[in-house]
């Protein structure tokens, strides 16, 4: 991976202990004291004023590999660069100066907003690290919530007092409030209804524009990926299994699980006949996870070399990768 970019990411592994956690191996033993893979050697870049999808079912990884680059959850190993600065192992004091420069707006606006804080002092919360001087507080708070689509005479409202839609435009104001080079959207629209999703993400294509912010976007809708990012990773299991342009990706999937990830996606014309790429069974564990291609359980393709031998990412078009022994229309 080139040295350029905002954010790079090189072999990132988190793991949890799995403490009480049991399970069969292969051969009918019990296995116990083990660890849960979470995200298991993924390798990004994003480049400035650009965003990356991230995509995958439930229990992927998507969120602990958030949470990883921000540093809220620690990496078991790997490195994280940020403006081709390593920032893995900085310490509090020097994480506290890069921190408005890193955001992340969460999934749940209901959970993520403090029940007993005012709107204003919600937003007006991330800028105290920045500056002291409380006009400046006063009016970087008020400028940012009109942003989102919110009036001033709503700042003294507490969170309770507003729609989810509503919640998620002051997450977002949160989020905006420090001018941060990134933010990651940690599936941003999922918990509000379908008509105000729209706004949302519209909304948040507006102010990418207007803060020429990067974004990191998070979701198992691929829908939703597709019409905001320039690229797209597919996760599975704790693995990037493809990662490519967005048009280039959704038109030529290279990995079987993408092409069914893509196949699910529903068809505005209810006549439409279209056939679904087969997923067989369901997502092995991420405490034991499968040797080899982590897919190989659940893949139509599959053969031995599949269980024996793990694929490693690699190039087969311009700038268009896919962990696969078999790909698809290569």
């Known amino acids: ?69 921000l540093l809220l959850i620690k990496p078991t190993s790997g490195r994280l660069y940020f403006e081709g600065r390593e920032i893995t192992n900085l310490s509090y004091a020097d994480l506290a100066k890069i921190r408005p420069n890193l955001q ?55 969170p309770n007092e507003f729609s989810g839609g509503q919640r998620q435009r002051i997450s977002i104001a949160r989020a905006l409030a420090t001018k941060p080079k990134l933010v990651i959207l940690d599936e941003p629209t999922s918990a509000l209804d379908a008509s105000i999703q729209a706004q949302i993400l519209n909304l948040l294509l507006d102010i990418q524009e207007q803060y020429k912010v990067s974004y990191l976007f998070i979701s198992h809708n691929v829908s939703v990926v597709r019409h905001m ?58 405490i034991n996870p499968p040797s080899g291609c982590r897919y190989h359980t659940r893949c139509p393709f599959a053969t031995k070399l599949c269980s024996d031998k793990e694929p490693q990412l690699q190039e087969l078009e311009s700038a268009h990768l896919v962990a696969c022994h078999y790909p698809l229309n290569a």
Not at 21 to 29: H, I, K, L, P, R
Not at 54 to 69: M, Y
Not at 255 to 264: C, F, V
Request: net charge neutral; glycine share 8%; aromatic share 4%.
């Open 1 to 69: 991976m080139s040295n350029t970019g905002l954010l790079r990411l090189e072999g990132i592994v988190t793991h949890f202990p799995a403490k009480g956690a049991m399970f069969y191996s292969e051969s009918g033993a019990l296995v116990t004291g083990t660890i849960i893979h979470a995200v298991d050697g993924v390798d990004l870049s994003l480049d400035r004023n650009t965003t990356l999808g991230i995509v995958g079912e439930s229990g992927c990884g998507k969120t602990t590999l958030a949470k990883t680059i």
């Open 104 to 158: 992340m707006i969460f999934q749940d606006p209901f959970s993520s907003l403090d029940p007993r804080m005012r709107a204003k002092d919600i937003i007006a919360e991330p800028l105290t690290v920045v500056t002291n001087d409380r006009e400046k507080v006063k009016k970087r708070v008020l400028e940012v919530f009109e942003q989102v689509g919110l009036t001033a005479d709503q700042l003294n409202r507490f």
């Open 229 to 286: 990012s320039d690229r797209i990773a597919v996760m599975y299991l704790g693995k990037v299994v493809e990662e490519g342009p967005v048009e280039d990706l959704m038109s030529k999937p290279k990995h079987p699980y993408t092409s069914a990830l893509i196949s699910s996606i529903p068809k505005p014309n209810p006549k439409a006949r279209r056939e679904m790429a087969e997923i067989r069974g369901e997502t092995p564990s991420p």
